[in-house]
Each structure stands twice: as C-alpha cells, then as structure tokens.
C-alpha cells in the first residue's frame, strides 16, 4: 500500500527496532511507495512512519530489495559526497564508502536468513543512506 512520506525529524531520529518476518508487508508498503514516486530509488520504514529496520532499494534493472536489519560491517575507501534524501528538504555532505560489506536478514519461506554481501558504487551508497536512517541519523 503506499504511504505518505514522514518528515518529523522526532520519528526519524529515533534508533529502529529489530525488525521480524512479520515486517513483510511493511517492507511491501515500503516497496509501493517507492514506485509511486518519482526519482526514489530507496526508502526506509521510518520514512513512512514506521521504526523499525527495514529498508527497500530499486536496482538499475528496476527490481527491488528488501533488506531488513541492514548493519554496515566494513567500508573502503570513504569520499565524500552530496546526498539527496525523499524525506529531507535539503541536500547534505556526507562521507560515503565506495564499497561495503553488509549484513541483513532476508525473508525466506517465512523466515530470516543472515546474509553477508558487498555492495559496490551507487547501491552501496543507497544502503549506506538507508543504514543511517535504521540508526535514526539524520544526516
Ligand atoms: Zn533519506
């Protein structure tokens, strides 16, 4: 279902909760919203109000992934950047890593399962965005 985008920096600075397989049809919102858009190409759960740490991002294929519980274990060579971000009026400068590695729980059968995967360029840089809104970081 899509949702209206939340800009209250109170909900959005606050820390996500773990989130459960019973997320899934929040992540679907999530998903829906995002195509309803124009130019959004990632959105977190707190974006629509809801905190928890569950995340989507649209791939240049235009498939989406939901990630839940996205922790950024290591990043390599850091640069800094400006970001535009769905719920935040102004543009910021920020330092992105070119390259990650990730964790997240991924919805299978009903269950999650860890993954661990790198993620390089523009998709990491939207992970790492989405990363910092499960951690209620504004900027
Ligand atoms: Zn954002």
Redesign the pocket.
């Known amino acids: 279902m899509i949702r209206d985008l939340v800009k209250d920096e109170a909900i959005l600075s606050q820390v996500c909760e773990k989130a459960t397989p019973e997320d899934a049809d929040l992540a679907q919102d999530l998903i829906d919203t995002a195509r309803s858009l124009d130019d959004c190409s990632?959105?977190?759960a707190n974006?629509i109000g809801q905190t928890k740490a569950v995340a989507i991002y649209i791939d240049d294929d235009d498939v989406a992934h939901v990630l839940y519980n996205p922790k950024v274990l290591m990043g390599i060579r850091p640069t800094r950047v400006v970001?535009?971000?769905?719920?935040?009026d102004e543009y910021s400068k920020v330092t992105r890593y070119a390259k990650v590695k990730v964790t997240y729980d991924e919805l299978v059968d009903g269950e999650f399962k860890q993954r661990r995967r790198d993620f390089t360029g523009w998709i990491a840089q939207m992970i790492q965005?989405?990363v910092?809104?499960c951690n209620g970081k504004l900027v």
Not at 83 to 88: H, L, V
């Open positions: 990632c959105l977190a974006q970001e535009g971000c769905m719920t935040r965005h989405m910092d809104h």
